[in-house]
């Protein structure tokens, strides 16, 4: 295989790398924009949302059924389980940035240790619901990878809709920039605070079912996502929904391209330094304007 | 007086327990105030300067491998030590220039990015460290003043007798006028500018402190039990000084051990109960949070113990 087609593999490996980490990351970015906390069991969602998509699969004899099934069941639970973490923990600490992630490390142990004793140490996986095959000249390349694209990309869309078109997203923004003054405007803040954390959760927990048959399900699955999700939210600007596609668009493509010239773990560790230089230079990311 | 009583008393207690603990108990002690001596560093960024780090592994784990290298290389394990003191501190120094700029949660996730390249680092140059298996330290080159340090008895006393050093240096710290401005530093930094201090530089410090006895602390483990590698510059070794700090109580000088010692009983106890000590670390992380911000000693100072240093 020559230059041109080992880059377009490279290429579409990074593509599809960037939409799982964009819905990923912009979980993340919702709660840290919306609530002002960093969620570091952010990992953990996401990769709940892998088991519990493996667990539903099981459960229905078919492959495509059992995957649309677990598109449809595994989100929504794991958005109800960070509701309730929201308004029994987050709420109890007022939102306190430091405790916030003190607690939610204390979770991510938590939630790694259930997975470990009902789900097992082995990593499984999930049949994709179609397995259609694109042959290009060179190679031939899974058409269930594009589908995640653009699985991807509808999500995001609706989402960026939803913020910008519907209520509960126009009432979200408002709480993102003032707490206090939405409250006085009669809006229920705490149940903002519920829903935008499970928002985030389900947004992971949505990115894992997607990416479950491409790679397995595994109760340690969540180190990566967190840490690429930390890597994209703070480069593409803390809070910035743009910034952050953006960011995990070139995160994903340069992952995609230069883990296939160089070892990935120098790939991480440039990019895990470059994440802290960008927090201490430009605290406000790369795409994002400075802070009023 | 009493302050001075009390951690005289704690020590003479701790030199009692190494003659009378049964042998299993005995290795777990040592390696409690091992990790004390790590957490008592956490303490005086975290519980007296007020610096959050999620990335005291770097300082921890340099100070083992720079130690276990220089072992594996053939110096001898007193300036080995040394060697690990030094990686510590200079780590510390380093990573808190960049890092000191930020404040927060932005100075939370620096430092924990700088310790995840540290490990990553660490894994790419696997050759040189031995990447995640680690290497074992030869009992032969494990001996310091003349003592086996393969042996349980002579391994206790060494322990203990850096935890007693380092307890009280920390006491004396906390005392002065240099550990006041630390604290100055935490209750309100715009003030103690006010009046003069500089935060940077205080703070910079109080890394620096910091850092040399993670760095004594992580070399001291290599040497005493014998193994180093680089699973120990995982996060977790980052979350434990502050999960035995924040359980003990954060700004007390007794909390790291107190902390550090509960919290191995408690995964102890528990280990009959799960395989994996994650859960005990995760409920209890959460239960202080919500229930008990302070600690034990720092309720207990609260609730009338004012004297508690």
Known sequence: MGTGPLLLLATLEGTVMAAVLALAAVGLSLTFGVMRVVNVAHGEFYMLGAVLAWAVAQAVPSAPLGFVAALLIAPPLVAALAWVTDTTLLKRLNYDPESTIVATIGLSYLLQQGALSFFGPDARPVAAPFSLRLQFPWFGYSGYKLFVVLAALLVLGAVWLFLRRSKAGLVMRATQVDRNTARAFGINVDRVYAGTFALGAGLAALAAVLVVPISQAHYLMGHDPLLLSFIVVIIGGLGSLRGTLIAALIIGLADGILSMLYPPTLAKIVATLAVALVLVFRPQGLFGAPAR | ?309
């Open chain 2, 1 to 309: 007086m009493k302050a001075l009583v009390l951690h005289l008393a704690v020590l003479a207690a701790l030199a009692a327990m190494g003659f009378l603990l049964p042998p299993y108990h005995h290795g777990m002690m040592a390696r409690v105030l091992v990790m004390a001596v790590f957490a008592i560093g956490y303490n005086i960024a975290f519980g007296y300067t007020g610096l959050l780090s999620l990335g005291h592994a770097l300082h921890f784990c340099a100070g083992m491998m720079a130690c276990g290298i220089a072992m594996r290389e053939g110096v001898a394990a007193g300036p080995a030590l040394l060697l690990g003191l030094a990686a510590g501190g200079v780590t510390a120094l380093a990573t808190g220039l960049l890092a000191l700029r930020t404040a927060g949660v932005s100075f939370m996730i620096v430092t924990l990015m700088f310790a995840q390249a540290f490990h990553l680092a660490l894994l790419y140059y696997g050759g040189f460290t031995g990447g995640d298996e680690g290497f074992p330290l030869p009992g032969a080159a494990r001996r310091l003043f003349g003592l086996d340090l393969t042996q349980a008895g002579p391994r206790y006393a060494v322990a203990l007798v850096l935890f007693g050093l380092v307890l009280l240096a920390q006491w004396g710290l906390v005392s002065s006028r240099f550990g006041r401005s630390l604290i100055a530093m935490r209750e309100n930094e715009e003030r103690s500018r006010m009046l003069g201090y500089n935060p940077f530089t205080t703070k910079l410090a109080a890394l620096v402190i910091s850092g040399l006895c993670a760095g004594i602390a992580g070399a001291a483990y290599g040497v005493l039990f014998g193994y180093v590698g680089a699973s120990f510059g995982t996060t977790q070794y980052s979350i434990l000084p502050m999960l035995y700090v924040l359980l003990g109580g954060a700004g007390t000088t007794l909390g790291p051990l107190l902390g550090a010692g509960l919290m191995a009983w408690l995964i102890d106890a528990a280990s009959g109960l799960t395989d994996s000590p994650l859960a005990v670390i995760g409920v209890t992380l959460i239960g202080l949070v919500v229930f008990a911000p302070r600690g034990i000693l720092g309720t207990l100072r609260q609730r009338g113990l004012k004297w508690l240093p």
